[in-house]
């Protein structure tokens, strides 16, 4: 994301918020998002290097994100790429399509750029990446009434390229709509800062005159509708701002209706080399990802009832792990209905210091000051947790 401009907060108590019905059923969907799975994908990110459009570490990002969504079952007909050229460079964006039940040519967009500049963007976005691949994946068999889209630019650090060759390109040809979106719901930098945790998210609306105002309430309308999804289905807090330059503008010059998550308080980190795994707060990742499933379910009207193949969450999420930091021992708090498990403690490069077996009081008086990975196993299930070593 671009330098932030002409932000102005807004709490939400200053809007007339629509109150909107809660559904068991999206909230087991959210709850699917694991700590875990979400941890796994930043750090891939994180060691897939410097993304700068065009580049070969670009090019690998690309292939990855394909893999995975081949990986979670879609298919060829539901893969597809955006190709466009940057100076003299092509990079390409990706797109996933989830045809709709009721409206298959009206389209919910969930977006977010794979693109880094001096780093390896881990929050810049390595964060909005993971987080529609776990979307994705979560949603892959689950009914929705309108289509969506997961797409995947390139080129938003130059400018909003890839965005932009899309929105003219694809969506619009000769100035002609091709695609009739409903929304456009960018994630952007919802990293966090593992020194600074924090439990409000930014949802952003449409507040300029870019390509007229017709657009500005609907955005507005949306982005309460967000907000009120992040409070239903994440532990998440909300705060409302203006959209700022990232993907979602070209769209929003086109008069689409606009709206995106964004980190609160910012960590500073975007476009140098300490946007790494470990200047980020995961967990923190992992709550946007729940609220974020919870919202694109609403947006696309999922079905509300489970299908036979769902299950409820990783009965590990709920595991507590403290104090963080710690000094000499770490607690790790596990639901009585578990009774074997193991404790791993790893560095930053993944290797494993020590490891337990069904202890509850974690004596970490020997570990250097630094930042972890505590890693609790049972049952083939598992969570992962970074924790703080303070002296």
């Given at each position: 994301m671009k330098k932030l401009k002409?932000?102005?907060?807004?709490?939400?108590?200053?809007?007339?918020?629509?109150?909107?019905?809660?559904?068991?059923a999206y909230q087991t969907r959210a709850n699917q998002v694991t700590q875990t799975n979400i941890t796994n994908l930043l750090q891939d990110f994180a060691n897939l290097g410097v993304k700068t459009t065009g580049s070969t570490a670009n090019t690998n990002?690309?292939?990855?994100?394909?893999?995975?969504?081949?990986?979670?079952?879609?298919?060829?007909?539901?893969?597809?790429?955006?190709?466009?050229?940057?100076?003299?460079?092509?990079s390409k964006n990706l797109v996933i399509t989830k045809t709709g039940t009721v409206y298959p040519n009206i389209y919910v967009i969930i977006c977010g750029h794979y693109d880094t500049i001096t780093g390896p963007g881990v929050s810049d976005n390595g964060s909005g990446t993971s987080i529609l691949l776990e979307a994705?994946?979560?949603?892959?068999?689950?009914?929705?009434e309108?289509?969506?889209?997961?797409?995947?630019?390139?080129?938003?650090?130059?400018?909003?390229?890839?965005?932009?060759?899309?929105?003219?390109n694809v969506v619009f040809s000769n100035n002609v709509r091709q695609l009739n979106l409903k929304v456009v719901f960018n994630i952007d930098q919802v990293g966090g800062k593992i020194t600074n945790p924090s439990n409000t998210i930014v949802c952003e609306s449409d507040q300029s005159s870019a390509g007229g105002t017709a657009n500005n309430a609907p955005s507005l309308a949306m982005t309460q509708q967000l907000a009120n999804c992040t409070t239903l289905y994440s532990p998440l807090q909300t705060t409302m701002s203006n959209a700022y330059a990232s993907d979602y503008v070209p769209f929003e010059a086109k008069g689409d209706?606009?709206?995106?998550?964004?980190?609160?308080?910012?960590?500073?980190?975007?476009?140098?080399?300490?946007?790494?795994?470990?200047?980020?707060?995961?967990?923190?990742?992992?709550?946007?990802?729940?609220?974020?499933?919870?919202?694109l379910q609403h947006f696309a009207v999922a079905s509300s009832v489970l299908g036979t193949k769902e299950s409820d969450s990783n009965k590990l999420e709920s595991i507590k792990i403290y104090p963080n930091p710690a000094k000499d021992v770490l607690n790790v708090e596990i639901p009585?209905?578990?009774?074997?498990?193991?404790?791993?403690?790893?560095?930053?490069?993944?290797k494993l210091i020590s490891a337990f077996e069904n202890e509850r009081k974690i004596n970490?008086?020997?570990?250097?000051?630094?930042?972890?990975?505590?890693?609790?196993?049972?049952?083939?299930?598992?969570?992962?947790?970074?924790?703080?070593?303070?002296k």
């Open positions: 002409g932000l102005l907060l807004l709490s939400l108590a200053s809007y007339s918020l629509q109150a909107q019905s809660f559904i068991p990002t690309l292939n990855w994100l394909k893999a995975k969504y081949q990986t979670f079952g879609y298919d060829a007909s539901q893969i597809s790429e955006d190709i466009f050229t940057y100076g003299s460079t092509t994705a994946r979560i949603l892959k068999d689950v009914p929705t309108y289509s969506v889209k997961f797409i995947h630019f390139s080129g938003e650090e130059q400018g909003l390229v890839g965005s932009t060759h899309y929105v003219n209706i606009i709206t995106g998550f964004y980190e609160t308080p910012v960590s500073g980190n975007q476009h140098t080399a300490n946007d790494t795994f470990a200047n980020i707060d995961p967990t923190y990742v992992f709550n946007v990802g729940k609220a974020a499933v919870g919202a009585s209905n578990i009774r074997n498990f193991s404790v791993e403690i790893n560095d930053m490069s993944g970490v008086s020997k570990l250097s000051k630094g930042v972890y990975m505590c890693t609790v196993k049972s049952d083939g299930e598992a969570i992962t947790k970074k924790v703080i070593i303070d």
